[in-house]
């Protein structure tokens, strides 16, 4: 029931038909300065969402001295793939370069967003999943790189683990075998995706095939969505869900399941 009709109804009860007019308009007056109050704050958290993933983001590809060109194109994509206005744009750029400065203090930008986000682990997950997206971006993650996400990760409540087998992911999902690299680098890439899935190479084929089903299931972007995934995020679900795909789909071929 709207503000405005509520606040009719009380002024009906003590106020009579001219009591019934003024509550009206005191409900819909009401009503309005709620919807002010909670855009205002929705725009807030997602200012300050945007401030926190971009500066991580900025500090994390400049870990390892130098934020390559192949770096910045990943982050472009990333626009791109959060659909971002070009005020959004602006913004998410001003971050990500104050997150390279010397003096950012990063353990403060991780808790703020862990603050922002209230230890949704749905969205703590994509988040992360962005932030090595950026830096797998020139084909490797440098070690500085990864103790640096391991650090992140733990702040947000996750372990080594869970970041070995997020850069496992991105690796079997979008690198390709160079011209020459021969079965040495087929097999590496065969080792990422049976990680990606949380499997190892000695597991039968209904093992894989459930491991597989089981993190489709917990990553599909409508079930997210139900724990609370905010809209402007599907896009990071939807390019989980098939990185998950094409790991499965290279176990599949080096093993011939149809």
């Known amino acids: 029931m709207s503000l405005s009709i509520i606040g009719a109804l009380i002024g009906l009860v003590f106020g009579g038909p001219g009591g019934l007019l003024l509550g009206a308009a005191i409900g819909y007056g009401a009503s309005w300065l709620l919807r002010r109050s909670l855009v205002g704050s929705l725009q807030v ?15 994390l590809c400049k870990t390892d ?5 192949s770096e910045i194109n990943t982050v472009e994509q990333i626009f791109n793939m959060l659909r971002l206005r070009d005020d959004q744009r602006a913004h998410a750029k001003s971050a990500f ?38 830096i797998i971006a ?14 992140i990760a733990r702040r947000l409540g996750f372990g080594e683990h869970d970041v070995r087998q997020l850069e496992a992911l991105l690796r079997a999902a979008t690198s390709r075998a160079a ?53 402007s995020m599907r896009p990071v679900a939807e390019e989980r869900s098939r990185e998950l795909n094409k790991a499965y789909d290279l176990i599949k071929e080096s093993r011939g399941i149809v």
Not at 65 to 69: D, I, Q, W
Not at 200 to 208: L, P
Request: glycine share 8%; aromatic share 4%; with cysteine.
């Open 65 to 69: 001295g130098v934020v390559t060109r």
């Open 179 to 231: 011209p020459g690299g021969g079965a040495q680098a087929s097999a590496s890439r065969l080792d990422d995706a049976y990680e990606a899935v949380g499997v190892t190479a000695s597991a039968t084929d209904s093992e894989i095939k459930r491991a597989y089903r089981k993190l489709i299931s917990q990553n599909h972007p409508d079930k997210l969505a139900s724990r609370g995934l905010p809209e």
């Open 45 to 59: 958290a997602q200012h300050q969402l945007m401030e926190s993933t971009f500066s991580i983001m900025g500090a």
């Open 138 to 151: 020139d084909g490797e993650v440098h070690l500085a790189e990864h103790e640096m996400l391991v650090r």
């Open 97 to 134: 370069n104050r997150g390279k400065q010397p003096d950012f203090d990063l353990d403060n930008a991780v808790d703020s967003f862990a603050a922002i986000t209230r230890g949704r682990r749905p969205l703590l997950q994509l988040f992360l999943q962005l932030q090595c997206m950026a």
